[in-house]
C-alpha cells in the first residue's frame, strides 16, 4: 500500500505521519543497504518532503531508541559492526537536528494500546511506534516492515483505530528535458 499519488504535483500525503525505524535505517544506511533499489529515494524524498512542509512527519522517541540498540534491526547486518554503528549514530544525531518534531511515547499512548485488544498482535517496538502516533493524532506511519502494515491496517479495518500504515510514496518521474 503507498500514498496516493497526483501526479505532476507528487504524493498526495496524510495531514501527519510518523515515520517507523526501517525508514530511517534506509537513510541511515544508503546504497549499502542491500534492500530493494527503490526503497532509498522513496524513503529521503519522504523525509525532503516533510523538510519542504509539503507534510507533517514526526519522528517517534521509540524509532531512536530501536536504532540505538544492539539489537539486530536488519537481517544479514551485524548489529555492532563499527561501520553500521557509525552510520545508525549519524542518522541519530541528524533526527536530534532537524526540523522535524520527536513525538514521545505517553502513558496515555500506553493506555490506548492497552485498551485495544484489535492491537495486541504487534511486536513490541513497532507497539510503541504505533501507540506514540496514536498519541499525537498521526493518520499514517510510514515503514517497510510489511508485517507490521498488515497488522496496523488489519488492526484499523477490525477497530477503527484511526492509523494507516503505508510505504513510503513512490517519487514521480521526472523526465530529462526534450523527451517529453
Known amino acids: ?17 510518523v515515520v517507523d525505524t526501517c525508514v530511517l535505517l ?9 534492500q530493494a ?4 529515494p522513496r524513503s529521503n524524498g519522504l523525509v525532503d518532503d516533510a523538510l519542504a512542509g509539503k507534510l507533517e512527519l514526526l519522528l517517534p522517541a521509540p524509532a531512536l531508541i530501536e536504532l540505538s540498540t ?9 548489529p555492532v559492526e563499527r561501520e553500521f554503528r557509525r552510520k545508525k549514530q549519524l542518522v541519530m544525531q541528524w533526527c536530534k537536528n532537524s526540523e522535524l518534531m520527536m513525538v514521545d511515547l505517553t502513558g496515555k499512548a500506553a493506555e490506548w494500546f492497552n485498551e485495544n485488544r484489535c492491537v495486541q498482535n504487534i511486536r513490541p517496538g513497532d507497539a510503541a511506534i504505533l501507540s506514540a502516533a496514536k498519541y499525537c493524532h498521526a493518520d499514517a506511519i510510514y515503514t517497510w516492515d510489511t508485517e507490521f502494515m ?4 488489519a488492526a484499523n479495518d477490525s477497530g477503527g483505530i484511526g492509523i494507516v ?5 513512490e517519487r514521480p518521474i521526472v523526465l530529462p528535458l526534450g523527451l517529453d
Open 165 to 169: 500504515a503505508l510505504e513510503p510514496p
Open 37 to 40: 533499489n527503490e526503497r532509498l
Open 150 to 153: 498488515r497488522k496496523v491496517n
Open 26 to 34: 534506509d537513510i541511515a544506511l544508503g546504497a549499502t543497504d542491500g
Open 1 to 17: 500500500m503507498t500514498a496516493d499519488t497526483d501526479g505532476e504535483n507528487g504524493p498526495r500525503y496524510p495531514e501527519r505521519a
Open 70 to 78: 544492539d539489537h539486530v534491526l536488519r537481517a544479514g547486518i551485524n
